[in-house]
């Protein structure tokens, strides 16, 4: 079964731009997590979904929001671009917010 | 803040011997432990999880050890491979807190030919 997808891959968005990302969990999966990675932070939890519902948030400014949809694909927004953005965007699902996530490949935002 | 944290950020072994990667975790709640390995330009994959009615899991090649006593975490992979350059994160969790993992630093484990 096709894994979890992530696009786009790359991305470049200007400081004070906004940016909408997009997940595809696997079929079935119901829960999907977001995490920023960077080299001086690591991964960090940003949130997690779960039909429809937002059911955990980590500690990112409200810059930060995302959202899913009925079919379990979730979509992430940064308003108001910084340069500390730039980062690996990851999408993780699950069966049904049981342990033991699926990873996509993420996407590599460049705010410049 | 409780903190999942690594003891060694790089680890460099010739191919064939063992290796072993620690981790360090002060939540004392947690109760499930999953290792990760990431790929340059791929997001983490599973290798193995633990929970914490256990000391020890193994998979193939691979070994996690689990001690609570001194809140300690290890993944043991026997006959390392080039193919396992990779950095290794070990993650924890408080099972059934909503997916709610918290990752740590990270190891990179470079294997020598």
């Known amino acids: 079964k096709a894994g979890v997808t992530q696009t786009p891959r790359y991305l470049i968005k200007t400081r004070g731009q906004q940016v909408t990302l997009s997940c595809s969990p696997i079929s079935g999966h119901r829960s999907v997590s977001w995490y920023q990675q960077t080299p001086g932070q690591g991964l960090q939890f940003l949130f997690e979904y779960f039909s429809e519902t937002q059911r955990n948030k980590g500690n990112f400014p409200g810059r930060f929001s995302g959202r899913q949809f009925s079919n379990s694909r979730s979509e992430m927004n940064v308003s108001t671009l910084e340069l500390g953005d730039s980062a690996l965007y990851l999408c993780a699902s699950s069966l049904a917010g049981q342990n033991g996530y699926t990873f996509g490949s993420g996407t590599r935002l460049t705010v410049v | ?113």
């Open chain 2, 1 to 113: 803040g409780e903190s999942v944290g690594l003891h060694l950020p790089t680890l460099s072994v010739q191919e064939g011997d063992n290796s072993i990667i620690n981790c360090a975790y002060s939540n004392s709640a947690s109760d499930y432990f999953i290792w990760y390995k990431q790929e340059s330009g791929k997001g983490p994959q599973f290798i193995i999880d633990i929970r914490s009615n256990m000391d020890k899991r193994q998979g193939q090649r691979v070994t996690v050890l689990l001690n609570k006593t001194v809140k300690h975490l290890s993944l043991q992979i026997a006959a390392t491979q080039p193919g396992d350059s990779a950095v290794y994160f070990c993650a924890e969790n408080i099972e059934g807190n909503n997916n709610d993992m918290r990752f740590g630093a990270g190891t990179r484990l470079t294997v020598k030919p």
